[in-house]
C-alpha cells in the first residue's frame, strides 16, 4: 500500500472517531439537547459530496471514511430525534 493512502487512512481514522464520545454519551444518558440537528445535517450532505467526489477519483481513504462519517452523522441524527420524543427520564440530581 502506498505512503499516501496510509497517510489518508490515519487522517480519515483521526477526524471520524472525533464523533464517538458524543454518540456514547447520547447513548448511555439518553440525552440530547445540548447537540443541535443542523450540525450533522450539514455534516452528512457536505461528507456525502466528498463521498461522491472520492467515489469519481476511485480514492478509497476519501470513500471509505466520508462513507463512515455520513453513517455516524445519521446515528447521531436518529438519535437526537428518538430521544427527543421519549419520554423523559429523571437524572437523579
Known amino acids: 500500500m502506498e505512503d499516501w493512502i496510509v497517510l489518508?487512512?490515519?487522517?480519515?481514522?483521526?477526524?471520524?472517531?472525533?464523533y464517538l464520545p458524543?454518540?456514547?454519551?447520547g447513548y448511555r444518558t439518553r440525552r440530547m439537547e445540548d447537540v443541535s440537528i443542523m450540525m450533522p445535517a450539514l455534516l452528512s450532505?457536505?461528507?456525502?459530496?466528498?463521498?461522491?467526489?472520492?467515489?469519481?477519483?476511485g480514492d478509497i481513504?476519501?470513500?471509505?471514511?466520508?462513507?463512515?462519517?455520513?453513517s455516524l452523522n445519521i446515528v447521531l441524527i436518529a438519535m437526537k430525534l428518538k430521544f427527543e420524543r421519549a419520554p423523559k427520564q429523571p437524572t437523579g440530581r
Not at 8 to 18: E, K
Not at 22 to 25: A, E
Not at 45 to 57: I, T
Not at 61 to 70: C, D, H
Open 45 to 57: 450532505v457536505g461528507m456525502g459530496l466528498w463521498l461522491l467526489y472520492g467515489a469519481l477519483l
Open 61 to 70: 481513504p476519501i470513500i471509505f471514511w466520508n462513507a463512515v462519517g455520513v
Open 22 to 25: 458524543q454518540i456514547l454519551k
Open 8 to 18: 489518508g487512512l490515519m487522517a480519515g481514522l483521526l477526524t471520524t472517531i472525533g
